[in-house]
């Protein structure tokens, strides 16, 4: 196919809400059909023998779609998930039917934004229209307020052709337990075993028959400091686990920023991803927000382990905080910039840079916790002249705090 003739042909465009950078990407251009058009391809599709029946029959939801991914076609479990007929979400796009947060970041909705080049449901359809066969991605999707759920889907798309006009049929498959499960499983056991290791080794320091009693006491408070650090993570993931199935309980009280940073960063001394490198404090300024003093420490932890691991041997990250009229915005530096892919997405609860399956909770969790148990906002800003920084800005009396 002749890139004049591919309506999927690859678009460059000035859509910059990283780092103000140009991004060619390849999306589907912007455009839809008119309402007689969808009208018509709807009753196509209805009076077409068994197509319908069949689809009917499938337990997964299922859709189909047009030339520009609008929905003329849905099955009964999908129509019993949204509680409607096909009529009220006719030439709607899959995003706007389950509320993508980024629908409306695009000049023509769901898949025309910059975060579309990495959705695996696009992708999907895309490959199926250009190859004219079967096609099969993962979507690792975040919804929008109030929910902010974070959902993973298998999608399938597979071209049909009826009455001689081209459609794809989509069907979802919701994972979402597998994935959770798999993060959070891996996520647990690699850093509890790290932490035992560490616990280990000293043990067999002290196994050791040494006699010096300064060593000794030494090796001992180090080997508490470690204890501590592991129960901290085994309530780490047990609380992750409660915020994901939205059992976790908040309990508001002032919290003093700068004793909470200053004890955050001292308790960094002995980790092992701050090894050869530097943390400090710099521009806190005093204050006292109202906030839940376990989960904050949660998520500024992640974004301090992450800008650490991001790190080189012998470089700086810098931890700080700004005290506003009504807020209190923390933040984490580091010189390092993420990928544009990166940053697209980087608050997906199954991504990871690491490139193992399983990883990447720590972002996800700010985001989960910073922003729908704490009240807060969750953002980074990343370029290559500026590196990293990681936010997490918080009212400082949320509604309902006291």
Same mark, same amino acid.
């Given at each position: 196919m002749?890139?004049?003739?591919n309506?999927?042909?690859?678009?460059t465009?000035?859509?910059?809400?990283?780092?103000?950078?140009?991004h060619? *990407?390849?999306?589907?251009?912007a455009?839809?059909e008119?309402?007689?058009t969808?009208?018509?391809?709807v009753?196509?599709?209805?009076?077409?023998p068994?197509?319908?029946s069949v689809?009917?029959?499938?337990?997964?939801?299922?859709?189909?779609v047009?030339?520009h991914?609008?929905l003329i076609?849905?099955?009964?479990a999908?129509?019993?998930?949204?509680?409607?007929?096909?009529?009220e979400?006719?030439?709607?796009?899959p995003?706007?039917?389950?509320?993508c947060?980024?629908?409306?970041?695009?000049?023509?909705?769901c898949?025309?934004?910059?975060?579309?080049?990495?959705?695996?449901?696009?992708?999907a359809?895309?490959?199926? @229209?250009l190859t004219?066969?079967?096609?099969?991605?993962?979507l690792?999707?975040?919804l929008g307020?109030?929910?902010c759920?974070?959902r993973d889907?298998?999608v399938?798309a597979?071209?049909?052709?009826?009455?001689?006009?081209?459609?794809?049929?989509?069907?979802?498959?919701?994972?979402?337990?597998?994935?959770?499960l798999?993060?959070?499983?891996?996520?647990?056991?690699?850093?509890v075993?790290?932490?035992?290791?560490?616990?280990?080794?000293?043990?067999?320091?002290?196994?050791?028959?040494?006699?010096?009693?300064?060593?000794?006491?030494?090796f001992l408070?180090?080997?508490a400091a470690?204890?501590?650090?592991?129960l901290?993570?085994?309530? *780490?993931?047990?609380?992750l686990?409660y915020?994901?199935?939205?059992d976790?309980?908040?309990?508001m009280?002032?919290?003093?920023?700068?004793?909470?940073? *200053?004890?955050l960063v001292?308790?960094?001394?002995e980790h092992p991803?701050?090894?050869?490198?530097?943390?400090?404090?710099v521009?806190?300024r005093?204050?006292?927000? @109202?906030?839940?003093?376990?989960?904050?420490?949660r998520?500024?932890?992640?974004?301090i382990?992450n800008?650490l691991?991001?790190t080189?041997p012998?470089?700086t990250?810098?931890?700080?905080?700004?005290?506003?009229?009504?807020?209190?915005?923390?933040?984490?530096?580091?010189?390092s910039? @993420?990928?544009?892919?990166v940053q697209l997405?980087?608050?997906q609860?199954?991504?990871s840079t690491k490139?193992?399956?399983?990883?990447g909770?720590?972002t996800?969790? @700010?985001?989960?916790?910073?922003?729908?148990?704490l009240?807060?906002r969750?953002?980074?800003?990343?370029?290559?002249?500026e590196?990293t920084t990681?936010?997490l800005?918080?009212?400082k009396?949320?509604?309902?705090?006291?």
């Amino acid at each position: 196919m002749d890139e004049i003739d591919n309506p999927y042909a690859l678009n460059t465009r000035d859509s910059a809400p990283l780092d103000s950078q140009v991004h060619r *990407t390849w999306s589907p251009p912007a455009g839809r059909e008119s309402d007689a058009t969808i009208a018509r391809q709807v009753k196509l599709i209805a009076e077409a023998p068994l197509v319908q029946s069949v689809i009917d029959a499938l337990p997964n939801a299922v859709i189909i779609v047009n030339r520009h991914r609008q929905l003329i076609a849905a099955n009964q479990a999908l129509r019993s998930m949204l509680r409607s007929d096909t009529a009220e979400f006719a030439g709607k796009r899959p995003g706007e039917l389950i509320g993508c947060q980024h629908v409306e970041k695009g000049p023509d909705g769901c898949g025309t934004s910059v975060y579309c080049t990495t959705c695996g449901a696009v992708g999907a359809v895309l490959d199926s @229209m250009l190859t004219g066969e079967q096609s099969q991605r993962e979507l690792r999707l975040r919804l929008g307020p109030p929910t902010c759920e974070a959902r993973d889907l298998k999608v399938t798309a597979n071209p049909i052709q009826v009455m001689g006009e081209q459609f794809t049929i989509c069907v979802f498959e919701d994972i979402s337990d597998r994935k959770r499960l798999a993060v959070l499983s891996r996520a647990f056991f690699h850093d509890v075993l790290n932490t035992v290791g560490v616990i280990q080794g000293y043990a067999g320091l002290l196994s050791g028959g040494r006699s010096d009693p300064k060593l000794t006491r030494e090796f001992l408070g180090r080997l508490a400091a470690v204890s501590q650090q592991l129960l901290e993570e085994i309530q *780490t993931h047990r609380d992750l686990i409660y915020a994901e199935s939205g059992d976790l309980a908040v309990e508001m009280v002032p919290v003093d920023v700068a004793g909470i940073l *200053t004890q955050l960063v001292e308790s960094f001394s002995e980790h092992p991803c701050a090894r050869d490198r530097h943390l400090k404090l710099v521009g806190v300024r005093p204050g006292t927000v @109202m906030t839940d003093a376990r989960l904050l420490s949660r998520v500024l932890v992640n974004m301090i382990k992450n800008a650490l691991e991001a790190t080189e041997p012998g470089g700086t990250v810098t931890v700080g905080c700004q005290n506003g009229a009504g807020e209190i915005e923390f933040s984490v530096h580091n010189a390092s910039a @993420m990928p544009p892919e990166v940053q697209l997405q980087v608050f997906q609860r199954s991504f990871s840079t690491k490139g193992q399956s399983g990883r990447g909770i720590g972002t996800h969790s @700010m985001k989960l916790l910073g922003e729908l148990y704490l009240g807060g906002r969750v953002f980074f800003r990343s370029s290559e002249t500026e590196g990293t920084t990681f936010s997490l800005a918080l009212p400082k009396n949320p509604p309902g705090a006291e």
